[in-house]
């Protein structure tokens, strides 16, 4: 069983940060790659960043590279990854969802049915 909680979401004026937080519990140790996903009203799920569980190599969008930073945190059982978002646009509300893969052929997809995890989502609200 895993569960995947996210937490930090709210309402921010453009050019403002926001940190969104993902407390992963159950069989942690099968994951391979932690990412966060967006859906904005109308328009399909997307790829906002990734992190590996292990070596904590990262990939990002080209929509948020430089304003948008993955970490993680699984030292002690903590088992959190976090989305710091600075810089914030209009264009960046959406739902933020948590999403973890098991080990596969790629350390990290962008595509949203290659993960076997998700959380509820967090609403993030960006006005301008």
């Known amino acids: 069983q895993v569960q995947l909680v996210e937490s930090g979401g709210g309402l921010v004026q453009a050019g403002g940060s926001l940190r969104l937080s993902c407390a992963a519990s159950?069989?942690?140790?099968?994951?391979?790659?932690m990412a966060w996903f967006r859906q904005a009203p109308g328009k399909e799920r997307e790829f906002v960043a990734a992190i590996s569980w292990s070596a904590g190599s990262t990939s990002y969008a080209d929509s948020v590279k430089g304003r948008f930073t993955i970490s993680r945190n699984n030292a002690n059982a903590k088992n959190t990854v976090y989305l710091q978002m600075n810089s914030l646009k209009p264009e960046d509300t959406a739902v933020y969802y948590c999403a973890a893969k098991t080990p596969g052929t790629t350390w990290y997809s962008v595509q949203p049915t290659s993960y076997d995890y998700w959380g509820q989502g967090a609403q993030v609200t960006v006005s301008s």
């Open positions: 159950g069989r942690t140790f099968s994951f391979r790659t």
